[in-house]
């Protein structure tokens, strides 16, 4: 017996598809809190991205500013020589991505929420929540997100 392809049939299989890779996209298990304990350089808590990913090197961290990674949305500064921090950034706000990192914040151009480098605290809102930290650890010259 031989069967013939139809629209139908693959129509059903691509819906099935879909479905299963939706299901499993929403499911998942664990706290959904946003902080899991890590060894950032400084020791402090964050919370984890896409594994291993070298986002730049040191050098490239203004002392006192950051720098937006766009692609893995990503903010890393440093507060102070050699204390590097990650966060989200993604503004708690309306989930924009930030614009800018100056004057010691980090700033989301939609509607002026900014948040300070050393803890992604709210330093101004609209913004009522802190960006959630990101895992990063540093390996030679290398920032890693992890």
Not at 43 to 59: F, K, M, W
Not at 98 to 111: A, E, K, L
């Amino acid at each position: 017996m031989t069967y013939e392809t139809t629209r139908r049939t693959v129509l059903l299989a691509t819906g099935a598809t879909g479905a299963a890779a939706l299901v499993t996209a929403c499911g998942g298990g664990g706290d959904d809190s946003g902080s899991a304990s890590t060894q950032s350089p400084t020791g402090d808590d964050a919370t984890s991205g896409p594994a291993g990913q070298v986002l730049a090197n040191i050098d490239e961290i203004p002392v006192g500013g950051g720098k937006i990674f766009k692609d893995e949305k990503v903010v890393v500064t440093q507060p102070d020589q050699g204390r590097l921090k990650a966060f989200s950034a993604i503004c708690t706000h309306m989930h924009c991505l930030v614009g800018s990192v100056s004057d010691g914040t980090i700033n989301c151009p939609c509607h002026g929420s900014k948040f300070k480098i050393a803890d992604g605290a709210v330093a101004h809102g609209p913004a009522t929540q802190p960006l959630p930290a990101e895992q990063i650890t540093v390996e030679g010259n290398s920032i890693r997100l992890t």
